[in-house]
């Protein structure tokens, strides 16, 4: 079975299709990226005017690169959340369009859903499962039982990870999103700084980074008034350690407590060279059962196979939208 699958929740406007959930025959992403580097952040605005002037073109070449024509599609599954809402109504709009002219069933997918089900082109799902959600607005663990099934356990209690990676760019002076360049400085410098790991030794699944972010500002800010000259590699270094130790320690943790035979790791952040190595070290040290699931690095930002992955499993559930399906901006698991 062939979906059609739209996403257009952020800076991306994305269309795939996807055969049996698993088979990407195309996947177009047209990143928005350069208008919004000089803002230093996603205008809402320019994000939604972009994705009206792309998405039309995407949906053709989508079809033209799976070598695939209308008729042979089964449903067309789209993100309806969350993310910005004027974004997220163009995607929606093409989609609900595009399924009624050609008479195809409609599929709701939720766009975290979608970063987690990244996981299936990699390898089959088995379950329990634990996903380390992280990504430009979430920092979540998310246990499954089942296919569709999501109980998140422990999320962020102010930024997300990929939000404090993006702040911490900004003070080095870097374009966003930095979460990339980071990882790379990382690489060459050292834990010299030694920032706090916040929550760590907490008994919950919970995770924080606004005081990562507090001291790493604070620590610029202080040598910048006293003329000293810190190392940007090492500062990189030192809080790309803070994130890994913690997202690592807690990650282990729930995946031993929730005894998870999988363990998938998505979102953006999941891009990130230093936290991949890290989890794949600890996982052989500690966790021998368990399977370590990490989607391709083009798969770990946002795209539309994705969400066709997520669509196929919604499906399967019976679950379809009515033509009055509305973006919900901030809808959770
Ligand atoms: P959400 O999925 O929560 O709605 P989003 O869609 O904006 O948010 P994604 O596209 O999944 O987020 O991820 C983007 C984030 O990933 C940015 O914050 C970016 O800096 C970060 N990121 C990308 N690559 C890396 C990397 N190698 N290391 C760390 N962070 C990274
Ligand atoms: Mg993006
Ligand atoms: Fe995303």
């Known amino acids: 079975e062939l979906i059609l699958a739209i996403e257009s929740s952020c800076d991306e406007t994305s269309v795939a299709v996807i055969e049996d959930g698993n088979q990407i025959l195309s996947n177009i992403v047209a990143s928005q990226i350069n208008s919004h580097k000089r803002f230093g952040g996603v205008v809402p605005e320019v994000a939604s005017r972009h994705h009206v002037e792309q998405i039309i073109g995407c949906i053709d070449e989508a079809l033209k690169e799976a070598d695939v024509t209308v008729e042979d599609l089964g449903a067309v599954g789209v993100t309806y959340g969350p993310g910005l809402v004027g974004a997220l109504?163009?995607?929606?709009?093409a989609a609900k369009s595009f399924a009624w002219a050609n008479d195809l069933p409609l599929i709701p997918v939720n766009h975290m859903a979608g970063h987690i089900y990244a996981a299936s082109f990699v390898s089959d799902m088995t379950f329990p499962a634990m996903a380390l959600l992280v990504s430009g607005?979430?920092?979540?663990?998310?246990?499954?039982?089942?296919?569709?099934?999501?109980?998140?356990?422990?999320?962020?209690?102010?930024?997300?990870?990929?939000?404090?990676?993006?702040?911490?760019g900004r003070v080095l002076g870097l374009k966003y999103p930095s979460g990339k360049e980071i990882d790379q400085m990382a690489h060459i410098g050292k834990d010299s700084y030694h920032f706090p790991r916040a929550m760590m030794k907490e008994d919950n699944f919970d995770f924080s980074f606004s005081g990562?972010?507090?001291?790493?500002?604070?620590?610029?800010?202080?040598?910048?008034?006293?003329?000293?000259?810190?190392?940007?590699?090492d500062l990189a270094a030192s809080f790309q350690a803070s994130v890994i130790e913690v997202l690592v320690t807690k990650t282990m943790r729930a995946c031993k407590e929730y005894n998870v035979k999988q363990l998938i790791v998505a979102g953006g952040v999941a891009a990130n060279q230093g936290l991949r190595s890290a989890l794949e070290a600890s996982v052989t040290a500690e966790l021998t059962e368990v399977e370590l699931?990490?989607?391709?690095?083009?798969?770990?930002?946002?795209?539309?196979?994705?969400?066709?992955?997520?669509?196929?499993?919604?499906?399967?559930?019976?679950?379809?939208?009515?033509?009055?399906?509305?973006?919900?901006?901030?809808?959770t698991l």
Not at 212 to 232: G, M, P, T
């Open 137 to 168: 607005g979430h920092t979540e663990l998310v246990y499954m039982k089942e296919h569709g099934s999501f109980e998140i356990i422990g999320e962020t209690r102010d930024d997300a990870c990929g939000e404090a990676y993006d702040k911490v």
């Open 212 to 233: 990562l972010k507090s001291s790493f500002i604070n620590l610029v800010h202080n040598a910048e008034q006293r003329d000293e000259v810190l190392d940007n590699h």
């Open 293 to 331: 699931v990490v989607p391709p690095l083009r798969l770990c930002g946002d795209n539309a196979a994705m969400i066709g992955a997520a669509a196929f499993i919604e499906a399967k559930k019976g679950h379809f939208a009515s033509w009055d399906l509305n973006a919900k901006p901030s809808v």
């Open 89 to 93: 109504l163009i995607g929606i709009t």
